[in-house]
């Protein structure tokens, strides 16, 4: 008896199942796909429509909608979503599944963006040359009893300005700078103060912002400070006695710091429609630890021990003008 009863449920659901499916397969297809924005980014609320009818499909929050097509109407659709330039999609046997869209905000002419590779494949790689100006505060204290505070004062900070040059792929940045800095010379008694600093410095970073005007990169850098420090006597003939006397001193310290920190830019387009070549201006601040406890110290010929530190005061900061251009 339980048999008989269950064979007519079973042939029922069968038969229902079937007509649901031809059903379907009477309306038309059903189309999956994925709508983005010229940098894979999913647009929620984009919308997906059959055209010339009011047959629609909404995305979702990862940009995917399904749209059942009507039978008897252009197999064609027609992107839509507020900001971005519209797109149409002929859809037909050979049209792979999910559709990929993509669309372009309306600021971009003719759908190029500085830093979007995909809308132009030949631009791998977009170069950086930047002249900079970098500041760090030092504290030469400890040495103030061997060199005299007159020479430590000179050198508790240290500003450099330089060129740089790097390049991003395409949201990865990469560059070297080189910095020279401020010749500080004064007269100390019957000496002449000389200082003289320069800074290398490799940095890494990644785009976390980057729209058509605002770029922002948290960076890491790692620096190499050299200061170089002269007391000669300020006559141009002296005697031999009073040479030895005063002692002519020439010493170069030698810092490696290492810098995390976050660079904001703001983009000046030039208006041509390509990516690239445009130029930019930026504000850098960092927090800066030192890599070697002690400094290395020579003089001309000598390598120099000490126990003495260079102290450092953890802020650091900077400003810069960069130009970016298109490598092809």
């Known amino acids: 008896m339980s048999k008989l009863i269950k064979m007519p449920f079973r042939?029922?659901?069968?038969?229902?199942?079937?007509?649901?499916?031809?059903?379907?397969?009477a309306q038309g297809t059903v189309v999956t796909?994925?709508?983005?924005?010229?940098?894979?980014?999913?647009?929620?609320?984009?919308?997906?429509?059959?055209?010339?009818?009011?047959?629609?499909?909404?995305?979702?929050?990862?940009?995917?909608?399904?749209l059942l097509l009507e039978p008897g109407r252009a197999n064609i659709l027609n992107v839509t979503c507020p900001g971005f330039n519209p797109a149409e999609v002929n859809i037909d046997d050979t049209t792979a599944l999910p559709l990929k869209i993509s669309l372009v905000p309306m600021y971009i002419p003719d759908g190029v963006f500085a830093n979007d590779v995909q809308d132009n494949p030949g631009a791998a790689v977009i170069v950086r040359s930047a002249l900079s100006f970098d500041l760090i505060f030092t504290d030469f204290s400890e040495f103030a009893g061997l060199?005299?505070?007159?020479?430590?004062?000179?050198?508790?900070?240290?500003?450099?300005?330089?060129?740089?040059?790097?390049?991003?792929?395409?949201?990865?940045?990469?560059?070297?700078?080189?910095?020279?800095?401020?010749?500080?010379?004064?007269?100390?008694?019957?000496?002449?103060?000389?200082?003289?600093?320069?800074?290398?410095?490799?940095?890494?970073?990644?785009?976390?912002?980057?729209?058509?005007?605002?770029?922002?990169?948290?960076?890491?850098?790692?620096?190499?400070?050299?200061?170089?420090?002269?007391?000669?006597p300020g006559e141009r003939r002296i005697s031999l006695e009073n040479y030895l006397e005063e002692g002519e001193t020439d010493l170069r310290f030698h810092q490696t710091i290492a810098v995390a920190g976050l660079n904001l830019e703001y983009l000046i387009h030039s208006g041509q429609k390509v990516k690239g070549d445009y130029w930019s201006v930026g504000l850098y601040g960092g927090?800066?630890?030192?890599?070697?406890?002690?400094?290395?110290?020579?003089?001309?010929?000598?390598?120099?021990?000490?126990?003495?530190?260079?102290?450092?005061?953890p802020f650091t900061a900077g400003i810069s003008v960069a130009f970016y251009n298109l490598a092809k």
């Open 147 to 232: 060199l005299g505070t007159h020479n430590t004062e000179a050198m508790d900070y240290f500003t450099v300005t330089g060129p740089e040059i790097g390049a991003s792929f395409p949201r990865f940045f990469a560059g070297f700078g080189i910095g020279m800095g401020y010749s500080y010379e004064d007269d100390e008694d019957t000496l002449i103060i000389d200082l003289n600093n320069t800074a290398y410095k490799l940095s890494l970073g990644y785009d976390i912002i980057s729209t058509e005007r605002i770029r922002m990169t948290p960076l890491l850098s790692v620096r190499w400070l050299k200061y170089r420090l002269q007391n000669y």
């Open 11 to 25: 042939l029922t659901a069968f038969i229902l199942f079937a007509s649901l499916c031809s059903r379907a397969g």
């Open 287 to 313: 927090y800066a630890v030192k890599l070697n406890q002690k400094p290395w110290v020579r003089s001309e010929g000598n390598r120099i021990t000490t126990d003495s530190v260079i102290s450092l005061r």
């Open 33 to 66: 796909g994925i709508i983005t924005d010229n940098r894979s980014v999913p647009i929620v609320g984009a919308r997906a429509c059959q055209v010339n009818s009011a047959n629609c499909a909404v995305a979702d929050m990862n940009g995917v909608f399904h």
